[in-house]
């Protein structure tokens, strides 16, 4: 149907890269993929070995895959990420980030220079995988506080609380809100009631540790997840909060009376069954915190673990 020379073109005119790997990693052959605009020109590997060209780990999982693949002799569809940094041998020409690849690799039914091998095609997916993070992004995050939303929050407190279940890890929750947010808005407008929750926003994410997560429960309601830290541990946390907090209120020349926030501590019990749980308890000790005059951490008491993970 086609001579060799045509079949030759019709092989470097592939979209994306396609190599013959062997089962030891070696580039028996690399076709396609000559657009510099998504792609490095990887002919310079042929004849070299991935553990040569690719650095470790990354060489390893490659390899392992390849074993899969001969193992299954079924398709197998995975997704990676390489740069130029993590490949020797390339030419300067190519796309200066890392790339996001779909590799489909399949076994081959013959062996080539004596070895098991499989096809690996490399298709260019970076903009449909930076669109899927800002797509989860959306899904995750409050809008106007860039805070994790309420569906995250409850997905994280759904995973701790499961984890302390079965390794007693010690993980503690702060709820909070903001002091008369109702007078904030009645004396000094909705937009300044949304600049003090922004600004409460900032100071969670500018002063947690890499372990919390903060998200916007609703309205000026916050919620902040501490795994890995007892009660004891989170109250000078939530504390340096609390002060922060009502420095930077103040800095908006809000009104001492709706420049602090009122919150709720708990640690997770033996006793809690389910997130509500664990929730009603933090709230119940915000309700005290209003209670006894607002601008204050108040700790809420709960029966202590005594039994064993």
């Known amino acids: 149907m086609f001579s060799l020379s045509q079949t030759l073109s019709i092989f470097a005119a592939l979209p994306d890269p396609v ?29 070299q070995y991935i553990s040569q060209v690719i650095q470790h780990p990354k060489c390893e999982w490659f390899l392992g895959q390849i074993a899969q693949a001969l193992l299954s002799r079924r398709l197998c569809v995975v997704e990676y990420s390489l740069g130029s940094n993590d490949v020797k041998g390339l030419t300067d020409h190519g796309p200066a980030e890392p790339i996001w690849f779909e590799g489909r690799i399949q076994a081959l039914d013959f062996q080539v220079d004596g070895e098991d091998a499989v096809v690996w095609v490399a298709s260019n997916i970076t903009r449909r995988h930076h669109l899927e993070l800002e797509l989860r992004e959306r899904c995750e995050r409050d809008p106007l506080t860039r805070l994790y939303n309420r569906r995250k929050l409850l997905q994280l407190l759904t995973e701790n609380l499961a984890r302390f279940q079965r390794y007693r890890t010690p993980t ?29 926003g900032e100071v969670c994410l500018a002063g947690l540790r890499a372990q919390d997560s903060a998200s916007r429960y609703g309205g000026d309601e916050f919620v902040i997840l501490m795994p890995h830290t007892a009660a004891e541990q989170a109250q000078p946390i939530a504390e340096r909060l609390r002060n922060e907090c009502a420095r930077r209120l103040r800095a908006l020349g809000i009104a001492a009376e709706c420049a602090s926030i009122s919150g709720g501590l708990s640690e997770f019990q033996c006793s809690d069954t389910d997130i509500d749980a664990v929730v009603s308890r933090a709230d119940g000790a915000l309700y005290q915190a209003k209670a006894q005059g607002r601008n204050r951490i108040v700790l809420a008491k709960g029966p202590e673990c005594t039994e064993s993970p």
Do not use: E, Q
């Not at 396609?32 to 998504?38: F, L, N």
């Not at 903001?178 to 949304?194: E, P, Q, R, V």
């Open 172 to 200: 503690s929750i702060l709820i909070f809100d903001l002091d008369n947010l109702k007078k904030l808005n009645d004396s000094s407008g909705h937009l300044m009631g949304d600049k003090a929750i922004v600004t409460l």
């Open 19 to 47: 190599f013959i790997l062997t089962r030891s990693g070696r580039y028996a052959a690399v076709l396609g993929g000559a657009d510099s605009r998504y792609y490095h020109d990887g002919t310079a590997l042929i004849g």
